[in-house]
């Protein structure tokens, strides 16, 4: 199983982006697939969720009704569309996958078998 995270770039404060998280070795829709996002000198920390089967989506309070994820099965592909960005946004963004995470535990990073290499979103002032 691999996950291979792109998209991400430079924008400006109050810019959009859209990073995609590709799965091979997997049929994306029976796994839980979650973006999580490193600042430097911060732990990792949960982002959005879009769960396994039932498509349901669940997202940080920092980021609720700013960004967007989606999933496209036949491409086996995962998307965040970040809108109206601010500075704080500026992170290392992973995705994840999990079969076995539920609702309680999709904030965990030790709930994910499978990881991403990040990919550098830069939010300029």
């Known amino acids: 199983v691999q996950l291979q995270a792109s998209g991400g770039g430079l924008v400006q404060t109050g810019g959009s982006l859209r990073v995609s998280c590709a799965a091979s070795g997997l049929t994306s829709n029976t796994y839980t697939i979650t973006w999580f996002r490193q600042a430097p000198g911060k732990e990792r920390e949960f982002v959005a969720t879009?769960?396994?089967?039932?498509?349901?989506?669940s997202y940080s309070d920092s980021v609720k009704g700013r960004f967007a994820i989606s999933r496209d099965n036949a491409r086996s592909m995962v998307s965040l569309q970040m809108n109206s960005l601010k500075p704080d946004d500026t992170a290392v963004y992973y995705c994840a996958a999990s079969r076995s995470v539920i609702l309680s535990t999709m904030s965990l990073a030790g709930s994910y078998h499978y990881w991403g290499q990040g990919t550098l979103v830069t939010v300029s002032s």
């Open positions: 879009i769960f396994r089967n039932s498509g349901r989506q």
